[in-house]
């Protein structure tokens, strides 16, 4: 048999779906298993985006579009500068893009960890090497070219403050380095929306977005990005060597999104935030785990290391099993992320309220931890 080529071997995956697909087996077996491993909005495409889109259908925008997007699309996206923008078939490709036109092969990216694995295994299929990011002291090298910054944040739901995007700021200008601003939580934020490093270094700076979160639109598939002008070009000619371009009906839609924000969307953060208060009150009051409460996103990234289990993915792995809640564990996002738990609250309130229950039940039925010891 012919080999597979060794890139396709460094890829890695979204645990997300792996875990998905054990909780799927154990439902299969008779077990109600409570899904809070998947960061997906549990709401409705907003109507008036739905009738958008198929009334584009029924009037025949069913063929070929430019490759960068159409320009009624990349108006509303960029008002101020549209030939900037590049539109693709959800947010991943434009993060992809971003990393095949700013790295070399064994050129070095900062990437956030905990944080989406999706990024490290990009810069490695992409032949670079994924450098774990610290704001708070950077590991800048010679061979460093790229930071991937995310705010809010997936898995913590974390806000990077202003002071830290200044210093990334500076620091991509002390040392010519490109930026991945990754926003697809922007909108989805309990508090002022947060600044964009853009607005500091936007000649720098690629700005990633879309529409799946925020408009719940995650099959749609439809995402965007802003770029320094020099890489529009390039990025617009993986797009037309890759997919060729994206669905125009789709777009249409989209572009029906951002001319009249729904105002479904804002009842979503409304809820979403009411349930981001209830699961935070509910983990707190479980003894061995702590909460901080996020300021965007839809997750909450508990501290679980006083349970005593020897990992993170025994924690989610005997949660899931014995309290039938699926969680992901904190590695799933990076080596920082142990010992931590990461659960999605795009679910009802009374489910979220069943699996606090279920998981405090089980908290309360684990062994007493033996000085200096795991639990069994």
């Known amino acids: 048999m012919p ?15 792996d875990v998905l697909v054990k909780a799927r087996a154990l439902e299969q077996r ?15 495409t907003p109507q008036h985006i739905v009738e958008a889109g198929v009334r584009a259908l029924r009037d025949g925008h069913t063929r070929y579009g430019a490759p960068a997007g159409l320009p009624e699309l990349r108006e509303a996206i960029h ?11 959800g947010a991943k490709p434009l993060i992809f ?3 095949l036109a700013t790295l070399a092969p064994g ?8 944080g989406f694995p999706i990024y490290a295994s990009m810069v490695r299929f992409c032949g670079g090497v ?12 010679p061979r460093t070219r790229l930071v991937i910054v995310n705010s809010p944040c997936n898995p913590t739901g974390e806000v990077v403050s202003e002071e830290h995007l200044r210093g990334l700021a500076a620091l991509a200008e002390k040392n010519d380095l490109w930026v991945i601003s990754d926003e697809i939580y922007r909108r989805i934020i309990y508090g002022p929306e947060p600044r964009s490093i853009a607005a500091l270094i936007p000649d720098r700076t690629i700005v990633v977005d879309g529409f799946s979160k925020c408009y719940a639109m995650t099959g749609w598939r439809l995402g965007y990005g802003v770029f320094p002008r020099p890489l529009v070009e390039p990025v617009t000619k993986l797009v037309t060597n890759s997919v060729s371009c994206t669905a125009t009906f789709v777009q249409r839609a989209g572009a029906a999104a951002l001319l009249m924000r729904p105002p479904e969307v804002d009842r979503m953060i409304a809820e ?18 702590s909460c901080r409460s996020p300021h965007g996103a839809f997750y909450v990234f508990p501290n679980v290391t006083a349970l005593g289990l020897r990992s993170s993915a025994d924690v989610a792995d005997r949660i899931l099993n014995e309290a039938g809640v699926a969680t992901l564990a904190g590695t799933c996002f990076g080596n920082e992320g142990e010992g931590y738990l990461r659960l999605s609250y795009a679910n009802s309130l009374a489910n979220l309220d069943k699996a ?3 998981i405090a039940d089980w908290a309360s039925r684990l062994a007493p931890l033996p000085t200096g010891r795991y639990r069994a």
């Not at 080999?3 to 779906?17: F, H, P």
């Not at 050129?107 to 905990?114: G, I, K, M, N, R």
């Not at 979403?272 to 785990?289: M, N, Y």
């Open 3 to 17: 080999r597979i080529a060794d890139r396709v071997l460094q890829l890695g995956t979204e645990t997300a779906l």
């Open 30 to 44: 008779g077990r109600r298993v409570i899904h809070l491993e998947v960061g997906e909005p549990d709401f409705p």
């Open 79 to 89: 008002p101020g500068a549209p030939d900037r923008v590049v539109v693709a078939p």
């Open 97 to 99: 893009f971003g990393i």
């Open 107 to 114: 050129d070095e990216a900062l990437v956030p960890d905990p």
């Open 130 to 141: 994924p450098v774990p990011l610290d704001l708070e002291s950077p590991a800048i090298t």
């Open 272 to 289: 979403f935030r009411k349930r981001r208060d209830a699961i935070v009150k509910g983990l707190s009051a479980v003894p061995g785990v």
């Open 356 to 358: 606090v229950s279920r």
